[in-house]
Structure formats: structure tokens, C-alpha cells
């Protein structure tokens, strides 16, 4: 269109379209489906867009934290400072996995794994909550005797 917008439409649905706005000076996309709004992933209507403009690097606003793995979780050692221990972040990943793949089976597996996995979820949240939010350090030293 004149103003730098698009429509991008199915090559066999020509009845329905989506008008995306590309603004490139500030590497700004907006499709009326609203997916990355939503879901915060491009849709493809964003996608052909970037690939017509010959686009083949996504702007890094596109890339979410939540998606990235570097920002998944961030874990403490015993000096509370950072650290990915990979060992724990790779099994919970395949044991969230292997749930996701054994709970898609079947609906009775799929419907157990919505049912119990939030109750099971918020009662290992509750036990985390109940434990002590430090170490010892800060607390040894607010109960040591005054001199």
C-alpha cells in the first residue's frame, strides 16, 4: 500500500486479510491478528512481511525474555550469586518433557496432567514459601549478642 502498510492474505483465502504495518525506522511491526500481542510470537503474516522486505534478522525486541533459555531461571548458589547449573535446569527439562510427551497419549492422560499438575504446582510453591528466605548469614548475625 502507498503508506509502507501490507496486506497479506492466504494465496487460496483471498476473502480474508490482515493489514501489517511495518514502520522501519523504529523496527516496529503490528498485524491486526494481534498474535504478538497476545501469545508474544510473530505471526505469519508479520513473517512474510519480513521476508519480503528481504528482512532476515529479527528486530531483538521480537525475542522475548520468557523465550529465551538464558533468562529461564536464575539460580543462587550458597554466596547468592547467580549461577545456571545446567545439570538441574536439563533434567527439569526433561522431565517436563517427558510429562508433555506421556500426557499427550491420550485425552484421559492429557485431562489427569491439567487436573492434578496446577494442585501439584501450587503445593510445591506452598512448601518452597514455608522455607527460610536466607541462609543463616544475615539471620547469625541480627541474632548475635550485641557487644
Sequence with gaps: MPDGSYLVHHYKKMDVERLVIWIPEDEQIHCTCKEFESSGMLCRHTLRVFILKNYFQLPEKYYLSRWRRESSLVFYD??????????????????????????????????????????????????????????????????????
Design 78 to 147: 550458597n554466596q547468592d550469586t547467580q549461577t545456571n547449573d545446567d545439570g538441574w535446569f536439563q533434567e527439569f527439562q526433561s522431565l517436563t518433557e517427558t510429562l508433555l510427551t506421556e500426557s499427550s497419549i491420550t485425552k484421559e492422560r492429557s485431562d489427569y496432567v491439567h487436573t492434578e499438575l496446577p494442585k501439584e504446582l501450587k503445593r510445591l510453591i506452598s512448601e518452597v514459601r514455608k522455607m527460610p528466605e536466607s541462609d543463616g548469614v544475615a539471620m547469625d548475625l541480627t541474632l548475635s549478642p550485641s557487644s
